[in-house]
């Protein structure tokens, strides 16, 4: 399958425009008779990626609803909102199919940091990114049930969320974790001596998340590869390079840009690194892909990937087809979610 990239060049040659308008709705203008039944359907089917491409292509464009950290991904329907908040990367987009294979019914919001696009200081601890998050939650929904669910560092978040709402005396009445494993002290250890240091370890997960965020998860970066340079901003230019070059990025997309990605990255990896889980009175609903793309979770034990210790109602565990990044776009995943929403 052709790239995002490869496809919408391949489009501009028969004059056929892609953009977004200020809804962050997928919109299109083609000569007569060039649009063929076959590319409808390959627009409609990648519909959610293209708008992802486009979104880190332009993203210094301002879209309405993105200058709040609330994002509207699909704002309309009768039932209780879902609340789904960034990874570590900072960016929401990822949740675009999910939305679609959760039906027109079912609202659902992102939740992403204030600084993404560097108009605002960072917020540096889970802990004030949970309360933040939730005020702007409650001027959708002022009370509960809250239903909510994050993908990786996003579970960390949800699970303040939870706890800072709980203790409010509001009702969480899902809790999704999306591949949010808990890491012992020994497995970040193990980690860290996989790449060197910590240092690498975050520029790595970087490159790997960011490819994976694009819609391909290619470990194609190595460590070895970002020693030859000695300058962080080499390093980053390094992996910006590769990324355009296996077409997962436009070519007119800035280092700067770039840069201020990693920074929001690092800032949010910190972030969790710090945070003290404690036990939370509620169930956690784990989530998680079949295909581990971290070594160490091949030996994980314990199905729940920590979250047993920590649930005092309990953990429903449930796998998904696809790796850490693919499973997000998986209807297997929407499946299995719909019921909790309904229950409450």
Not at 46 to 62: M, P, S, T
Not at 230 to 248: C, G, H, M, P, V
Not at 317 to 322: A, N, Q, R
Request: aromatic residues 10%.
């Amino acid at each position: 399958m052709k790239t995002v990239n490869r496809l919408l060049t391949d489009l501009e040659k028969l004059e056929i425009q892609l953009w977004l308008d200020e809804e962050v709705r997928l919109r299109y203008s083609a000569p007569k008779g060039a649009l063929s039944s076959q590319l409808r359907d390959e627009l409609r089917e990648r519909k959610a990626e293209i708008i992802e491409y486009l979104h880190y292509k332009h993203r210094v464009a301002k879209f309405p609803p993105i200058e709040s950290i609330l994002v509207k991904i699909q704002p309309i329907g009768s039932k209780p909102p879902l609340f789904c908040i960034h990874p570590a990367g900072g960016n929401v987009f990822c949740y675009l199919e999910l939305s679609r294979h959760l039906g027109l019914d079912q609202p659902l919001y992102g939740l992403r940091p204030p600084n993404l696009y560097g108009e605002e200081e960072p917020l540096n601890s889970i802990e004030d990114m949970a309360t933040a998050y939730i005020k702007a939650m409650q001027s959708v929904q002022p009370q509960g049930p809250y239903h909510l669910a994050g993908s990786s560092f996003g579970g960390l978040v949800i699970y303040e969320i939870a706890q800072q709402l709980q203790a409010s005396g509001q009702e969480v009445s899902f809790l999704g974790m999306l591949d949010m494993a808990l890491l012992t002290s020994t497995d970040l250890k193990n980690q860290i001596e996989r790449v060197g240091n910590e240092y690498y370890l975050v520029l790595t997960a970087f490159a790997d998340s960011t490819a994976g965020a694009l819609g391909e998860y290619v470990q194609q970066i190595t460590v070895d590869e970002l020693r030859t340079f000695s300058e962080l901003d080499a390093q980053l230019n390094y992996i910006l390079q590769k990324l355009i070059e296996l077409k997962l990025l436009p070519t007119e997309f800035t280092f700067e840009q770039f840069r201020h990605l990693f920074d929001v990255f690092e800032g949010n990896v910190i972030a969790g690194m710090r945070y003290t889980i404690k036990t939370y009175p509620g169930k956690v609903v784990f989530f998680h892909a079949t295909e581990d793309i971290i070594d160490l979770f091949h030996e994980h034990q314990d199905p729940t990937r920590g979250w047993s210790k920590f649930a005092l109602g309990g953990v429903d565990v449930h796998e998904i087809e696809g790796n850490h990044y693919s499973m997000l776009r998986s209807q297997v995943l929407a499946e299995k979610i719909k019921p909790y929403l309904i229950k409450s």
